[in-house]
């Protein structure tokens, strides 16, 4: 119920403009006490206390000053420049998983390649073991199951269980780490930590979550999502194979046709109005990132793949101060993944006339694609 009495409202957005207005504007907020006096917050129950508190612990849903004070620490790790060193070994990674493949077989690109190359280069960057893929596999579908709209009471206990694992197994390597460093994120985060009380261990490891979760499954849809739109616009497929210099902005194209994110929500701080409509304190807003990159006032023949679009302004990477941390990285994997595979085999051809999408309004992600090599 609102302060008022009435309840409250929930807006779906859906054009560019409303979307940009709403990632940029401090008036929408990510967390609810920023929005309401604390005994409208809904308590949280006991059951699914410590996913709602890792979630909290994280930038992607603190406001500033807390953001701020959590996105300096790891900025350093995810720029542009330190990004590019990376290069040779996401190629090495995307070398050797293609290798593996037989020419002439069917086989399911998402399980043999857009999922292990994202995976295994964020789990090299944080400093946790590779061999262990699977159960990140299993607690981050879990875990972005509970980010969906209204997920159900059953997914969020389930939800709730995983971090309850994926906080103890980062525990274990935070004491093994501490003892012993090494060169990887996680060696950081704690040298971070001891040097000053900017981070508290809860927010370490739940940022540890957050940057494996958010760092390969949004990147395996991207990876899968490109591969899936070469095989049904042939003749882009073709062109990228003739003129590889379009490699990055066939990226940016798959990123706005099939935006692997595809909604975000805030809550509104204060009333207003906003295009004729009046905006009530802890009113919910979703802004539709996949309908945004689709508006035909911003993007000339918005339903046309093509991987030649001038000035692809999309907002697959979302705006405003949460803006994609990693999106440097999943570009750079993106190009890695397609100019690989494009280059490694003569032609990609879907094995079936049908796909079939996982269902969920968040993610815009393939169950498999069964190609032919
Ligand atoms: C935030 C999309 C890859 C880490 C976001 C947001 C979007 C997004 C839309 C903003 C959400 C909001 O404002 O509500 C994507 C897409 C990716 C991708 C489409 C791949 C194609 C990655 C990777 C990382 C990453 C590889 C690895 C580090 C993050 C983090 C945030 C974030 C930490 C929160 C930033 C903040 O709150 O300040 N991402 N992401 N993402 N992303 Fe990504």
Redesign the pocket.
Known sequence: QHISGRPFTRWTLTTYDDTLFV?RDHRFVRELRNALPAEKVPSVPDSIRSLSESQQNT??FRDPPD?TRL?SLINKA?TPRIIRHLEPRIHDIAKHLLNEFEQGTKLDIVRSFAFPL?VIV?AELLGVPVEDRELFKEWSNAFVRTLDIRPSMETLLHGNQVTIDFREYFRNIVRERTKHPKEDLISELIHVRESGDRLSEDELLDMCI??LM???E??V??IANAIYLMTQHPDQQLLLRNHQGLMKSAVEEV?RFE???QV?GRTVKEDFEYNGQLLSRGDFVNVW?SAANRDPKVFNNPDTFDITRQNNRHL???Q????????P??RQ??AIALSSLINKFSSLNLSTSQVQWIPSLLMRSLKELVIEI
């Open positions: 990632l930038m992607l953001h996105r995810f994202p964020i957050l940057i958010a760092g390969h949004t990147t849809n991207l990123l935006s692997p994110v975000t990132i697959a990477f979302g405003g101060i949460h803006y994609c941390l990693g999106a990285l999943a994997e993106g």
